[in-house]
C-alpha cells in the first residue's frame, strides 16, 4: 500500500498546499481581526510598491507610544496626562529592524493585495516546515503512517499552530528557510544553493542572519556517530561567519533599536533576579513543557538534541513581558522552531529505524496525545488559537468563495464613514481597518488635533467612574472636542466612530 513513496509524498505536498490556500483564504477574508504589527507590515510593502521607500504612519503612532511607555500607565492616568505625539507622521521600519525582504514582497502587490500576500507567506512557512519534518522522516524511515502522523503532530505544537494563527511578521519567514539552512548544510547540498539561501536569509532581518549563521556553523558538526571534521566544512563555516558579521555590522551602525540592550540579562544577579520572579519562573516552565516532545524526539541525535538548547537559551532566560515564552501566536519563537523541528525530525528518525513499526507507532501516537494535551492547555490559557479561531477562519473561506460578505466589506463600511486624509486616533484595531486612507495615532495621543475618534463603543462611560476605570468619561470627550452621543455606529464591530463638533 505505501510502496509508491514518490506519489505519496506528492499527495501529502498537494494536501498541504489546499490547506494552505484554504486557510489564507479564510483568514484574510476576516480582515478586522488585525491589530497594529500586521498593519504596520501591510503598510509598508504598499508604501514600497509606491516608491515611497519602508515607511509607515501606524509604526510612528505604535512605536512613539512604546519609546514613551504609554503602554505602562493606566487608561485614567493617560487622559490626565500631556501625551507627547511622534517627532514625525511616518517612520522608517528598516532602523528599527532590517526587513529588507519586504523589497522582494513589494513588487508582487502588482498582483496580490497587501494583506492577502502577507497572510499566504505566512501560512505557508509554516505548512512547509511541517511539510519538511513529514519529508526527512518519510525518506529516513520509509514508513508512511509514521512520517504523517509526526507532521500532524509538529502542526499541532503550540508554536507551529500559534504562528500560523498570528499576525504577519517578517520573522516568521525565517520558520522554513531556516529549516532549509539546517537540511542543506547536514546534507551537504551545493555550496551555491546554501549561499542564494543564506543571502535571502540575511534579507528577513539582522537576527535571521545572526541565527542563520550559527545553524550553518554548528548543524554540519551535529552528524551522528561521525568525527567532527571542520576542515571539509570550511567553505560552509566561511557563509557562516559572513551572516554573523553581517547581523553585528546592521546592529551596530544602522539599527536605533533599544529592545536588544534589554532582553537578554546583564550579569548573573539579573539572571537570578528574573528566575526569582514566580511569573517568569512559571512562565519558563512552560516554555520547556510545550516543547519537551519535539526536545525527546531530538534526543535521537544527541549532538542535535544540545543544538536545539543552544538555541532555545535566549527565549529561556531572555525577558520581554511572557511573550517570548508562552504567547505561541507572536513571532517571537520564529528563530528557534526550525532547529528544532529539524533536530526532532532526524532524532525521530534514528529512533524510527531502531524499532518495530508497531513499537514505533506507540511511540509517536503517545507523543501524539502528549502534544494534543499541551496545545489544549495552551488553548485555554488564550496563548494559541482557539477551535472557534479555526472555524470562523473556515467559515470565512465559505462566504468568500460563495459570494457572501465578510470582513472586507465592513472594513469598507468603516473607510467610507471617514473622509479622506482625516486624522483619526484610535486603537490597534481601528488603525489596521483605516491604515493608509487617513493619518492615525494610538489614542489618546494626539486627540486634540484630531479629527475622528474610532474606539469599542463601550469604551464610552457616564462620568461618575472611579479613578482606575478602563472608560473614557463624557466629560473628557467634550474637554477634547467631541460628543459621545454624536457617533457613527459600526453594529457589527462594537466601534463608534466620534467626528469633531468644536473647532480645534
Not at 489546499?18 to 476576516?30: E, H, L, M, P, R
Not at 480582515?31 to 500586521?38: E, L, N, S, T, V
Not at 516552565?285 to 525527546?296: P, T
Request: with cysteine; glycine share 6%.
Amino acid at each position: 500500500m505505501f510502496k509508491n513513496r514518490q506519489f505519496l509524498r506528492v499527495l501529502v505536498l498537494i494536501t498541504v498546499l489546499i490547506i494552505g490556500y484554504v486557510f489564507s483564504i479564510g483568514k484574510d477574508a476576516i480582515q478586522i481581526d488585525r491589530q497594529g504589527d500586521a498593519a504596520i507590515f501591510e503598510q509598508v510593502s504598499e508604501n514600497i510598491y509606491a516608491g515611497k521607500g519602508a515607511i509607515s504612519n501606524v509604526f510612528a503612532a505604535t512605536q512613539n507610544y512604546i519609546d514613551r511607555q504609554y503602554f505602562s500607565y493606566s487608561l485614567s492616568e493617560l487622559l490626565a496626562k500631556k501625551l507627547e505625539p511622534p517627532i514625525s507622521k511616518e517612520r522608517n521600519m528598516t532602523h528599527f529592524h532590517a526587513y529588507w525582504v519586504l523589497y522582494l514582497f513589494a513588487p508582487l502587490l502588482a498582483w496580490f493585495h497587501s494583506s492577502l500576500l502577507l497572510t499566504a507567506s505566512q501560512v505557508l512557512v509554516y505548512l512547509g516546515l511541517v511539510y519538511g519534518a513529514f519529508y526527512i522522516l518519510e525518506k529516513e524511515c520509509n514508513r508512511f503512517p509514521i512520517a504523517l502522523l509526526f507532521g500532524i503532530l509538529i502542526l499541532i505544537s503550540p508554536a507551529i499552530a500559534g504562528g500560523i494563527a498570528g499576525q504577519f511578521y517578517p520573522d516568521r519567514l525565517f520558520v522554513f528557510l531556516g529549516f532549509l539552512l539546517c537540511y542543506l548544510v547536514y546534507y551537504k547540498a551545493n555550496i551555491i544553493i546554501i549561499v542564494l539561501l543564506s543571502l535571502l536569509t540575511a534579507l528577513i532581518n539582522e537576527r535571521a542572519a545572526l541565527i542563520g549563521g550559527l545553524t550553518i556553523i554548528f548543524v554540519p558538526l551535529c552528524q551522528r556517530d561521525s568525527l567532527i571534521f571542520i576542515k571539509r566544512n570550511v567553505a560552509v563555516f566561511v557563509v557562516g561567519l559572513v551572516l554573523i558579521a553581517y547581523s553585528y555590522w546592521v546592529g551596530k551602525f544602522w539599527l536605533s533599536n533599544l529592545y536588544y540592550s534589554t532582553y537578554l540579562p546583564k550579569n548573573l544577579t539579573e539572571l537570578t533576579a528574573r528566575f526569582s520572579d514566580p511569573v517568569f519562573f512559571h512562565n519558563a516552565v512552560i516554555f520547556v513543557l510545550s516543547n519537551a516532545v519535539l526536545l525527546a524526539f531530538s534526543m535521537g541525535n544527541y549532538r542535535l538534541f544540545f543544538l536545539s538548547v543552544f538555541f532555545m537559551i535566549p527565549n529561556f532566560i531572555g525577558n520581554i513581558g511572557g511573550a517570548e515564552k508562552v504567547n505561541w501566536l507572536t513571532h517571537y519563537h520564529s528563530y528557534y522552531i526550525p532547529v528544532l523541528v529539524f533536530s526532532a525530525a532526524e532524532g525521530a528518525a534514528v529512533i524510527g529505524n531502531k524499532l518495530s513499526f508497531g513499537k514505533n507507532l506507540g511511540f509517536i501516537t503517545i507523543a501524539f496525545f502528549l502534544t494534543c494535551g499541551l496545545l489544549s492547555h495552551e488553548s485555554d490559557s488564550g496563548h494559541v488559537a482557539t477551535m472557534s479561531y479555526i472555524s470562523n477562519t473556515i467559515q470565512a473561506f465559505y462566504d468568500r468563495s460563495t459570494g457572501r460578505p465578510t470582513g472586507y466589506e465592513l472594513r469598507r463600511k468603516v473607510i467610507s464613514m471617514v473622509p479622506e486624509g482625516s486624522f483619526v486616533v484610535t486603537d490597534e484595531q481601528g488603525m489596521a481597518i483605516l491604515k493608509n486612507h487617513v493619518r492615525l495615532d494610538r489614542f489618546p495621543v494626539s486627540v486634540s488635533s484630531a479629527d475622528f475618534i474610532l474606539l469599542p463603543c463601550s469604551m464610552i462611560a457616564a462620568d461618575n467612574i472611579n479613578s482606575g476605570s478602563t472608560l473614557v468619561p463624557n466629560s473628557w470627550m467634550r474637554d477634547k472636542g467631541f460628543d459621545s452621543h454624536i457617533n457613527k455606529e459600526i453594529r457589527e464591530l462594537g466601534l463608534c466612530l466620534y467626528p469633531r463638533v468644536l473647532k480645534k
